[in-house]
Structure formats: C-alpha cells, structure tokens
Nanobody, 109 residues
Framework: VQLQASGGGLVQPGGSLRLSCKVS????????VNWYRQAPGKRDFVAGI??????LVADSVKGPFSISSEDGENTVYLQMNGLKPEDTAVYYC?????WGQGTLVTVSS
C-alpha cells in the first residue's frame, strides 16, 4: 500500500488549497482514508472518508474543510478553504495502517 500526498504550499490567510492523496495497493472505495496534520508537538485528525462514502471532519475545521474521493482516480481530496495561520502543518494521509510522506501547508502573509 502506498499513499502519495500532494498539493501543499504557501497560501495567504483566507486562501484555499486542495490536497490530494493518491492511493495504490488498495481501493479507496472499499477502505477508509484519513487526513491528519502535524504541527510541532502534536498530530491531529482532520478528516476521514469511509468505504461507503461517509465523511467525518474534525470540529475544529468543520465547514471550511471538506473531504471527498474520486474512485476512478483512487484518490482522496481534502479541500481547505478560509485557511488560517494555525492551519500551518504537514498534512498526511493514512489508510489501513499506512502513511503517506506528507505535504507541507504554510498559511502566512
């Protein structure tokens, strides 16, 4: 199983980014895929999508953030709107105990 996260970068406060998690070795439609983020000293759950398409978004980002999947691409997306400096972190995707390499999101003016 491999997960390839991409889409991070530098964005101004209030901006948007869409992160992608390209998955190989399993089918996203049959497995849960989650996004986490790690800032210095902590790793937090951000959002997850289940095998039947059900979604869960952390209360701290519910509303501005959403998660979706594209079964044909075997990819899970994290749409992040209204970004704040406190959203700065390395974002990782996770599925069946495997982690991707992470993508850095920096929110700064």
């Amino acid at each position: 199983v491999q997960l390839q996260a991409s889409g991070g970068g530098l964005v101004q406060p209030g901006g948007s980014l869409r992160l992608s998690c390209k998955v190989s070795g399993i089918t996203v439609s049959n497995n849960a895929v989650n996004w986490y983020r790690q800032a210095p000293g902590k790793r937090d759950f951000v959002a997850g999508i289940g095998s039947r398409g059900s979604t869960l978004v952390a209360d701290s980002v519910k509303g501005p953030f959403s998660i979706s999947s594209e079964d044909g691409e075997n990819t899970v997306y994290l749409q992040m709107n209204g970004l704040k400096p406190e959203d700065t972190a390395v974002y990782y995707c996770n599925a069946v105990g495997h982690w991707g390499q992470g993508t850095l999101v920096t929110v700064s003016s």
